[in-house]
């Protein structure tokens, strides 16, 4: 089943977007300089991690333990 008819498979690729986006930004910040077009989601991506990042690590343990035990 695809990740797009399944909302937790879904979120999972939310959440990891969102973690590389941070993770590539941080550590390579030329890449997604860009603000618009196709590379400007991924841009938006990042910052949402920078700026949420308690809240994306809660939701990261939260889906990592329901993969894990449910």
């Not at 959440?15 to 993770?23: E, K, R």
């Not at 890449?31 to 920078?50: H, N, Q, S, Y």
């Amino acid at each position: 089943m695809s990740a797009l008819f399944n909302f937790e498979s879904f979120l999972t690729v939310v959440l990891l977007v969102i973690c590389t986006c941070t993770y590539i930004k941080i550590h390579f910040p030329k890449v997604l300089e860009k603000k618009t077009g196709f590379r400007g989601f991924f841009w938006k991506a990042a910052r949402i991690g920078e700026r949420l990042s308690p809240w994306v690590a809660g939701c990261c343990l939260i889906m990592g333990l329901s993969i894990l035990f449910f």
